[in-house]
């Protein structure tokens, strides 16, 4: 069996990117995307980590919906291949077409769990609009195919996942820390002088920032890395100046670091 991999994108809807993969043993990392995402187990099986509860095992036909920055990942069963697809939505647009469709739901989408839903109408319906948007119709039928997706089955149904909900406390201790990460991505502090910012032992910081964002300081900052790489890839810049311009040693790392968020090379995420 080939491994395919394929993106879409297009600069006419530049707030939605789609993922097809076959036959894939590409393992995740946990990981969060600034985007809303919406998954889909086609052959195989999967395992979900991201779940209070725990790995939860994913059968094909299952959807996951994921909002943004919820830590999470979904790799195949251990010596497996599974093929997966995956749209990720900006979560600006997403929940102007929300206030659209539902405005009367709008206050309960705080705190938005994860759902993982097993309906085969849903599934069908998602394959049929990420089939749509590989297509080559114009744009504007594959917005008001996308919209209507989202009006009609974008509910709160399926299994729910409750996500992390951070204390105001928490949240003040590490918002310095945040903060200086997300201006200076390129910056590598050792744990300790982060530790000194907060005002915290390392021991303090590393559960403190884990409550509060489900990742050690370093594994977040990896993962913020590599959504702006995605970001700049996606705008046509220079895999070497990414890698440079984001504190990489080399292109060797930025790959690794790369394709284990991804589960792909730069280069193929840039073709």
């Known amino acids: 069996m080939n491994l395919i991999t394929q993106f879409w994108r297009d600069p006419a809807m530049p707030y939605a990117e789609s993922r097809r993969a076959c036959h894939s043993r590409a393992c995740y990392k ?48 251990l010596g497996t291949a599974w093929s997966y697809q995956m749209l990720h939505l900006d979560a600006d647009w997403l929940q102007a077409v929300r206030a659209e469709c539902a405005p009367e739901n709008m206050k309960n989408r705080e705190n938005e769990p994860i759902r993982i839903v097993a309906e085969p109408a849903i599934y069908v319906r998602f394959c049929r609009l990420n089939t749509l ?44 820390i945040l903060d200086l990460l997300q201006e200076k991505p390129a910056i590598n502090m050792d744990l300790s002088d982060l530790a000194q910012l907060a005002g915290m032992s390392r021991y303090q910081l590393i559960r403190a920032f884990r409550a509060a964002t489900g990742m050690t300081p370093h594994a977040w900052q990896l993962n913020q890395r590599i959504n702006l790489a995605r970001e700049w890839i996606r705008t046509g810049e220079g895999l070497a100046e990414v890698a440079y311009r984001l504190g990489f040693a080399d292109q060797a790392h930025f790959q690794r670091v790369f394709k284990a968020h991804a589960g792909i090379t730069p280069g193929g995420f840039r073709t």
């Open 133 to 176: 948007l590989f297509s080559q119709i114009d744009p504007r039928d594959k917005e008001a195919a996308l919209i209507e997706f989202i009006g009609e089955w974008d509910e709160g149904r399926g299994q729910r996942i409750s996500t992390r909900v951070i204390s105001p406390n928490l949240g003040r201790q590490i918002d310095p």
């Open 30 to 77: 946990p990981h969060s995307h600034p985007t809303f995402s919406i998954g889909a187990v086609d052959q195989g099986v999967s395992c979900f980590t991201g779940a209070a509860e725990g790995p939860l095992t994913l059968q094909a036909g299952t959807l996951v919906f994921v909002p943004a920055f919820c830590v999470h990942a979904c790799n195949p069963e």
